[in-house]
């Protein structure tokens, strides 16, 4: 009886855990706000630093942030739960929203089963851009979908599979990640995510952040890669997304009825769902259903005429003799001389 008990506690899955009202993450006015310090001779809206300066100044006097988020102590309820809002917050993300459960966004990680409503914004409803920037930061480009990132300036304390360990472990907190690659010796790493929108919230949450080793990474988005067969992947990938995206619009009716009628062009589908095919390659079921399909049609024929013979004897009708006809008699032309002439 003991272990029927137990098997039936095993099947039992288990209850989630029910979001709580999201806490405030810092106090109105505890962040302080530090101005770039120049480093160049004009100040760059579209960058947000300073340009024509050396570019090592630039990133010596990034300054680490002062916050970061904790999914598992501040993701909870907030006002967009209630309001239908899809997109996340972006102070939420950088560890410093004073609203909590009465912010207009949400404080949880961007769910990738769920559309968002406009696709050329990013999971903060920020605007994308036709091009990335030079230095690849900023919001993005809605031309490619991109949820590889890279991390500069990680301080190498061991071998090349001790870097990816802690990689791992700091970005896995912002979604699954799909796969790690470290350039080990060059203080670099390449992130990739399984969804976009996990890409998107990672970059704000990683920048200016530090691994072990109270370094200040630089986080920004990876250029392309030029290898063909990830470029032959991603690109099955996103058609394979796309496919999928337009049957769960379609009816399935319609689906099943488009399969039905493709089988019935290539061949007839056998009850395993396979097409055999014939030495020329031409489909055998097709084939074998023409033959059958005339051979058919000639037995009714044969059927047809010896009912109308039989119906005929019975009615003593004689079947009609051929009468030979003759010949018709040659056509006698009128030649030339015939005609009249013109004076007659």
């Known amino acids: 009886m003991s272990s029927i008990v137990t098997e039936t506690q095993a099947v039992v899955p288990k209850k989630q855990k029910k979001l ?11 962040v302080e706000k530090k101005e770039a310090p120049q480093t160049g001779k004009e100040y760059n809206i579209w960058y947000n630093k300073w340009a024509g300066g050396d570019r090592e100044d630039s990133y010596s006097n990034k300054v680490k942030s002062q916050t970061r988020c904790n999914i598992k102590k501040d993701a909870g309820l907030t006002r967009a739960n209630t309001t239908g809002v899809k997109y996340c917050c972006l102070f939420f993300a950088r560890g410093c929203c004073p609203y909590g459960w009465e912010c207009e966004y949400l404080h949880v990680l961007p769910d990738a089963s769920i559309a968002l409503p406009d696709t050329s914004k990013d999971c903060f409803a920020r605007d994308k851009f036709a091009d990335y920037r030079d230095d690849m930061g900023g919001v993005g480009s809605f031309q490619r979908q991109n949820r590889t990132l890279y991390i500069g ?11 990816e360990e802690v990689v791992r472990r700091h970005f896995k907190e912002w979604g699954e990640i799909e796969k790690i690659r470290v350039l080990q010796y060059r203080s670099v790493a390449f992130v990739t995510y399984v969804s976009e929108l996990n890409a998107q919230f990672a970059k704000e949450a990683m920048a200016c952040q530090s691994l072990d080793n109270d370094e200040i990474l630089n986080v920004r988005w990876a250029t392309e890669d030029p290898n063909p067969t990830s470029k032959i992947q991603e690109k099955r990938r996103l058609e394979e997304i796309g496919r999928e995206a337009i049957q769960a619009k379609m009816d399935p009716r319609i689906v099943d009825a488009m399969r039905a009628l493709r089988a019935l062009e290539d061949g007839d589908v056998l009850e395993d769902n396979e097409v055999v095919q014939d030495e020329d390659g031409a489909p055998e ?9 005339d051979a058919t049609e000639a037995a ?45």
């Open 20 to 30: 709580k009202p999201a806490r405030k993450q810092v106090k109105p006015g505890e």
């Open 300 to 344: 009714d024929a044969l059927e047809g005429l010896k009912y109308f013979a039989e119906i005929r004897k019975r009615n003593g009708f004689a079947s009609p003799a051929v009468r030979s006809t003759p010949p018709p008699p040659p056509s006698q032309g009128l030649g030339l001389a015939d005609y009249g002439s013109d004076e007659d």
């Open 285 to 293: 079921a097709k084939r074998r259903r023409l033959e059958i399909e």
């Open 153 to 163: 300036r990680i301080k190498e304390t061991g071998t090349g599979v001790e870097t």
